[in-house]
């Protein structure tokens, strides 16, 4: 009995201590998962990116992969959101979700991604923001814009192998 009792209360304990970092990441104006920290990840290109961005977006915030690879593809397809300096920040909104949320990736190797700077990415932040959302969303590409616009930053980020301390860099910024 004190076994289910014990259970009981570290699971209050992980919510509550979920509650808390999503209340923080939501003051940020998107929402990042600790499970949305990849890191190391091999792909070959662009396409295989996007992909890979949908089936994990679909495990971890319950988003609709064949939907939100399409809708990626379809803002690649405006204008590359490769923003230079090894960076992109794809980005796309989507019906039935409630919050904006975020998926970082570092790539073990860069790939072509079409940058302004014509520079391969290797650091990709990616948005998904509820279609009526207008405001967060633009204040969540800003934020990322910032902090990944920071040369200190990425060399943080590019320094760090691990994932948990990966999730304190990104969060760490308002």
């Known amino acids: 009995m004190s076994e289910n009792i014990t259970q009981k209360i570290s699971t209050a ?12 990441m939501a003051s940020n104006s998107f929402i990042l998962d600790k499970n949305g920290i990849i890191n190391n990840l091999k792909v070959n290109s662009k396409k295989q ?16 992969p064949k939907l939100s690879f399409e809708l990626l593809q379809q803002r690649e397809r405006l204008g590359s959101t490769g923003i230079g300096n090894g960076v992109a920040v ?3 909104k989507l019906p039935n979700l409630e919050f904006t949320s975020g998926l970082f990736i570092r790539l073990s190797n860069s790939i072509d991604f079409e940058s302004v700077d014509g520079l391969p990415v290797d650091l990709i932040f990616t948005l998904f923001a ?3 959302s207008s405001g967060d969303h633009l204040k969540a590409l800003s ?3 910032r902090l990944l616009g920071d040369e200190k930053m990425r060399d943080k ?3 760090t192998r691990n994932t948990d301390a990966l999730y304190v860099l990104l969060a760490q910024f308002e």
């Not at 304990?13 to 923080?24: P, V």
């Not at 990116?49 to 609709?64: D, G, H």
């Open 13 to 24: 304990i992980d919510e509550i201590s979920l509650k808390k970092e999503r209340d923080h």
């Open 49 to 64: 990116l996007l992909q890979e961005i949908s089936t994990r977006a679909e495990k971890i915030y319950n988003i609709n």
């Open 90 to 92: 794809p980005h796309a």
């Open 130 to 132: 509820p279609h009526s």
């Open 143 to 145: 934020q990322i814009s």
């Open 157 to 159: 980020i590019r320094g």
